[in-house]
């Protein structure tokens, strides 16, 4: 299903690290980091194919240490890409946005103080922290006064930038149903 530009999606408001560049318009690209090989994965098809009935203990032991590796994996991509900011002078700074899958907007107070121009191509470093862990997406988009609105985006990307806003909201509403359970 191809997804179509004007697609608006849900968006959260929240305080987010990120960092926003402005992209160089004589075509030279900001270096993106490299990822951690996924080798957890490769193993997992493997596991996935070995018969649970003649390898069930081995299986179910090899699920947990798999599962362990590809923690570490998340952690290592982490750092990486932290040593990579850290290397270019980006620094991540708290800000107030509403986030979606199709971009963000820049809110509250001081905005102006560093919102990119209309029409600039940006890059956008974001922090996200979830249930599942802590991960730093980079997306590219085109900003437009306070909004940035992510373009040619990779389907997995944007799949992972929904699925944290869904997390959000729903630890949101647990923490609000708690508070006004225990209240």
């Known amino acids: 299903m191809a997804v179509s530009s004007s697609q608006h ?28 090989r996924q080798l957890a994965v490769r193993a997992r ?12 203990d081995l ?3 090899l699920g947990s240490v798999l599962q362990a ?3 570490l994996e998340r952690e ?11 290397n270019q002078g980006i620094v991540l700074r708290s800000r107030r946005v509403a986030l979606g899958g199709d971009g963000l907007t ?19 470093y974001l922090a996200l922290s979830s249930t599942a862990g802590e991960q730093l ?23 992972r930038l929904i699925a944290f806003v869904f997390d959000y909201q729903r630890r949101e509403r647990r923490r609000e149903l708690d508070s006004a359970s225990s209240a």
């Open 9 to 36: 999606y849900f968006r959260v408001h929240l305080d987010l690290p990120l960092a926003i560049q402005v992209m160089d318009p004589s075509g030279g690209a900001a270096l993106r980091p490299v990822l951690a």
């Open 45 to 56: 098809d493997v596991l996935g194919r070995m018969s649970a009935s003649h390898h069930g």
């Open 59 to 61: 299986r179910d032991a």
């Open 69 to 71: 590796v590809e923690a």
């Open 76 to 86: 290592v991509e982490m750092l990486h890409r932290k040593m990579f900011l850290s």
């Open 106 to 124: 820049l809110l509250g107070p001081g905005i102006e103080d560093d919102t990119p121009g209309e029409g600039e191509r940006v890059r956008v």
């Open 137 to 159: 997406l980079i997306v590219d988009g085109l900003a437009d006064g306070g909004e940035v609105r992510f373009d040619d985006v990779e389907p997995a990307l944007r799949d």
